[in-house]
């Protein structure tokens, strides 16, 4: 189900970025394919940058459905 739905992923603690492209591997490995991109949620202009990624992979949806 997931693979079909919009989805962003965000990572609140993060030690080694490197972490990110093996978050994006595993998430591939089960087939979905979405941002993954790291973020502290107590931050406004980060949530808003999450909702925006969110709206994009929305649109695209739309756009190619």
């Keep these: 189900l997931i693979a ?3 989805c962003v992923v965000a990572v ?3 030690d ?3 972490a990110l ?3 994006a591997r595993r998430a591939a ?4 394919i979405c941002p993954i991109v790291p973020a ?9 940058m999450l909702v925006d990624l969110l709206l994009l992979q929305l649109e ?5 459905a």
Excluded: F, I
């Design 40 to 48: 502290d949620v107590r931050e406004r202009d980060q949530v808003l």
């Design 16 to 18: 080694d970025s490197s």
């Design 21 to 23: 492209d093996q978050y």
């Design 29 to 32: 490995e089960h087939g979905v």
């Design 60 to 64: 695209s949806k739309v756009v190619n």
């Design 12 to 14: 609140g603690r993060l």
């Design 4 to 6: 079909q739905a919009a």
